[in-house]
């Protein structure tokens, strides 16, 4: 009586958790399909979709020299001994006229000897180094007395981690994707782009794994989300800010400023406007004990910022319906490593026993796990696959998988900690090591290539040339299909346990032994 | 054109005008902590600013400036401050000009003088 009590208890908590993230999996598992259907549609009939200017390029005519707003790039630096010099460099580069560089320092080593070097004086652009004593507020607390020193004239503020190369377009790729969005109803205090890790993608398995993540993230999800029109988050780098919305609303000094700033633009009204076209390439974290740190990092401050605003987002009037789900969905987003583990362990004990609920077939816990267990990685193939590197970084995925139940139970205390702690923990940065395996500066997308090539009047975008052909593999349909397959099977193995008793493929069996003897 | 430098609530601000370039901030030693990691400090193009020097430290900083040809000039803190923000000489130029008529000594002539 005991054991069957605990097994049927294993099995109710392992179906309510496996359920609960069934729901992310098929967000994940709806996001890849928009992301692989937008890049179906044909060029023309885009320019008729209202989502068209997700994929919109900016002219080389569109801002002229007298037309230029005053930018100011901020660059936030602590200990960027490898990589200070590169994007600074990068920085100096760039193809505008108004900009400043402003580098928010909290150094503590040799780096400040290559902030002081003369060669940075030159006055065009004009570079200022701000130096702090101490660490306070961590990054948001080096870009907020950053904020103090901006050119008076400042109408964008763009931020780059210290890790990143900026190609020498961005900021005219920025500003068009404000002036796109100058008439919508909602005001855009924020563009994000990709944050294309890719510089060390082949260093090891490691920045392979995250290479594959961050391609789900940022061709996928986020481009869903785009479609959709829900939040989106504002994420540490490469993204201009409008600078009135910035000074209103300032940094504060969470280990994730980012997200929760975010939070505040849209609890103050604001949105934010994501695009894949403004892609910025970085270095990847090249160890575990790297990765685990920022991912304890995000997940404690996440998950704080949430218990911090999550009565004022909800009851919110300025935000939309798509957004506050959306937020809803991301709230408890970190949580769910937590959860996938009691739901795995619930899972093992429920079948240890063998206890379960009447309609719970053999095969729907395991077409649940499938399906979860699949669900990110399978944005991670689509977003590699839509940028062309499938052949070259598929096996990025199997790096993820192995990589995301590696930190799993280090993301879930993190989360936990930040759901219950009162005030945060500190901010272990990641050290950016300068190697470089693959420089890259262009665009990274395979499915708008002739979309691309229509576009290509301005010499800036002659970059695009290194973009190759695709091969003509039914791989977009098989990438389809198995999706839609993974999205079904849980579904369908409930209904048919619920309604039968018997699991679908016992059913599918008797239904083809029915064909097959008449 | 000119080089100047200025100790204005506690900072040191030294700046150049015109065409002339900052001075390299290795000349100051370690010792004096002014563009160390232990002290906050701004630099631009065309002012570099430590924010409150020691007395001691700001007294050796101010020879070694001397010793580069910068002139010591009294400038209100705003100016400075928004010199660092934009680089607009204009302002400056005027403070500077007018603070360099009342340096210059006046002469009074008796009377009876031809």
């Not at chain 2, 430290?57 to 000039?73: G, P, S, T, V, W």
Request: proline share 4%; with cysteine.
């Amino acid at each position: 009586m005991h054991q069957y009590q605990i097994g049927l208890t294993a099995s109710y908590i392992a179906l309510t958790l496996g359920g609960f993230y069934f729901i992310y999996a098929i967000k994940y598992y709806i996001s890849s399909l928009l992301a692989l259907g937008l890049f179906s549609i044909d060029p023309e009939k885009l320019q008729s979709k209202p989502f068209h200017r997700i994929l919109s390029l900016q002219n080389q005519d569109e801002i002229t020299i007298g037309d230029e707003p005053w930018v100011s790039i901020h660059l936030p630096f602590f200990n960027e001994l490898n990589v200070a010099r590169r994007i600074l460099e990068a920085c100096m580069d760039i193809n505008y006229t108004n900009y400043e560089v402003l580098v928010a320092d909290d150094s503590q080593d040799t780096t400040i000897k290559i902030l002081h070097e003369r060669g940075w004086r030159h006055g065009s652009p004009i570079i200022k180094f701000v130096h702090r004593k101490d660490r306070s507020g961590y990054k948001g607390g080096a870009l907020q007395q950053a904020m103090k020193y901006i050119h008076p004239l400042t109408q964008f503020i763009v931020v780059f981690d210290a890790d990143f190369v900026p190609p020498t377009n961005i900021i005219r790729q920025f500003i068009h994707q404000f002036r796109l969005h100058e008439q919508d109803k909602k005001p855009v205090a924020a563009v994000q782009g990709y944050q294309l890790h890719y510089l060390n993608r082949n260093e090891n398995w490691i920045t392979k794994g995250v290479r594959a993540e961050f391609s789900g993230s940022y061709m996928v999800e986020r481009l869903a989300e785009e479609i959709l029109g829900a939040m989106k988050m504002v994420s540490g780098s490469v993204f201009m800010f409008k600078a009135s919305v910035l000074r209103e609303l300032g940094w504060n000094h969470s280990i994730t400023e980012d997200w929760d700033l975010t939070i505040r633009l849209y609890i103050e009204g604001f949105k934010v406007v994501y695009t894949p076209m403004i892609q910025a390439p970085a270095e990847i974290p090249t160890t575990v004990r790297r990765i685990i740190r920022q991912r304890m990092r995000w997940a404690e401050g996440h998950t704080f910022a949430v218990r911090k605003y999550f009565l004022s987002a909800i009851r919110s009037g300025k935000l939309t319906l798509a957004e506050k789900l959306e937020f809803l969905y991301f709230a408890p987003y970190y949580l769910q490593s937590f959860i996938f583990i009691i739901g795995s362990v619930a899972w093992i004990i429920a079948q240890h026993y063998k206890r379960h609920p009447t309609f719970w077939t053999p095969t729907l816990g395991w077409s649940l796990v499938f399906s979860n267990f699949l669900a990110i990685p399978m944005m991670g193939l689509t977003g590699i696959f839509l940028e062309g590197d499938l052949a070259e970084d598929f096996n990025g995925v199997f790096s993820f998988i192995a990589l995301s139940y590696f930190i799993m139970p280090y993301q879930a205390y993190a989360a936990l900690k930040g759901l219950v702690e009162a005030e945060e923990g500190f901010w272990f940065r990641t050290l950016k090591t300068g190697h470089i395996t693959d420089y890259f500066l262009g665009l990274k997308l395979r499915g708008i290539i002739e979309w691309i090539k229509k576009l290509r009047k301005s010499r800036e975008l002659d970059a695009l040339d290194t973009i190759r052909v695709p091969v003509k593999l039914p791989i977009r349909r098989l990438l389809f299909f198995s999706i839609v397959f993974l999205v079904i099977w849980p579904v369908l193995e409930f209904v048919s346990g619920a309604s039968t008793g018997s699991s679908l493929v016992n059913n599918l069996g008797y239904m083809l032994r029915g064909v097959v003897n008449g | 054109m000119g080089r100047h430098y200025s100790v204005s609530e506690g900072n040191l601000y030294i700046f150049t005008t015109g065409r002339d370039r900052l001075l390299d901030l290795g000349v100051f030693p370690a010792e004096l902590n002014l563009f160390e990691a232990d002290s906050a400090w701004r630099i631009s193009p065309w002012i570099a600013v430590v924010e409150n020097v020691l007395q001691k430290a700001a007294e050796m900083a101010q020879i070694i400036l001397q010793l580069n040809d910068y002139e010591k000039i009294s400038i209100p803190t705003k100016i400075m401050e928004h010199y660092f923000l934009d680089g607009d000489e204009y302002s400056l130029l005027e403070t500077i000009q007018q603070a360099s008529v009342e340096a210059t000594p006046v002469i009074n002539l008796p009377d009876d003088a031809p």
